[in-house]
T-cell receptor, first 112, second 116 residues
Framework: SQQGEEDPQALSIQEGENATMNCSYK?????LQWYRQNSGRGLVHLIL?????REKHSGRLRVTLDTSKKSSSLLITASRAADTASYFCATSPNFGNEKLTFGTGTRLTIIP | GAVVSQHPSRVICKSGTSVKIECRSL??????MFWYRQFPKQSLMLMAT?????????EQGVEKDKFLINHASLTLSTLTVTSAHPEDSSFYICSATPPGVGQPQHFGDGTRLSIL
């Protein structure tokens, strides 16, 4: 069963604006990851944050994790048309990074 | 970077046909691979964990006899959808984790299966 839920389900913004997506989960985790999926393609790993971390940056991506609220957010700054995709959070219960449980995803559309 | 290749990318076949999907790790060895299923505009559901040299581990509700998994080598896992029916139409994606501490899963590009 799916553990995570993401909101919003869909998000449309103008190019150049920032996009924020949220993810909530239900059980204890070792780490939380964000993936990107272009339409009809596989998933691309974006960033991983461990349960003992609160914030992590990678380029235009910023991820936060609040284990007390069992939630995470992904911020994409200065969005580009090429950022249009679906974004999924995924949690893993162990350090070995197996048995990922995916959230419901956010479909992000960047309007040029 | 680590590459996972999935083949075929698209299959259209008649009801009752068995379909085999291959998942290969191109530049690393993977003792474990994962098979997911994704319905349109929905998330990925883990179907099974493919273990090299041993039986696959199936998630609850996934029929073992329907979805046969073979992981005969460290770089290849196959998923066979046996006697496929229209309700088996879906997007199937595999993944594998390269060796090393904390490595993320790397995904294939998926296989779109359409059963007529």
């Amino acid at each position: 069963s799916q553990q995570g839920e993401e909101d919003p389900q869909a998000l449309s913004i103008q190019e150049g604006e920032n996009a924020t997506m949220n993810c909530s989960y239900k059980t204890s985790i070792n780490n939380l990851q964000w993936y990107r999926q272009n339409s009809g393609r596989g998933l691309v790993h974006l960033i991983l944050i461990r349960s003992n971390e609160r914030e992590k940056h990678s380029g235009r991506l910023r991820v936060t994790l609040d284990t007390s609220k069992k939630s995470s957010s992904l911020l994409i700054t200065a969005s580009r048309a090429a950022d249009t995709a679906s974004y999924f959070c995924a949690t893993s219960p162990n350090f070995g990074n197996e048995k990922l449980t995916f959230g419901t995803g956010t479909r992000l559309t960047i309007i040029p | 970077g680590a590459v996972v290749s999935q083949h075929p990318s698209r299959v259209i076949c008649k009801s009752g046909t068995s379909v085999k999907i291959e998942c290969r790790s191109l530049d690393f060895q993977a003792t474990t691979m994962f098979w997911y299923r994704q319905f349109p505009k929905q998330s990925l559901m883990l179907m099974a964990t493919s273990n090299e040299g041993s039986k696959a581990t199936y998630e609850q509700g996934v029929e073992k006899d329907k979805f046969l998994i073979n992981h005969a080598s460290l770089t290849l896992s196959t998923l066979t959808v046996t006697s496929a029916h229209p309700e088996d139409s879906s997007f199937y994606i595999c993944s594998a984790t390269p060796p090393g501490v904390g490595q993320p899963q790397h995904f294939g590009d998926g296989t779109r299966l359409s059963i007529l």
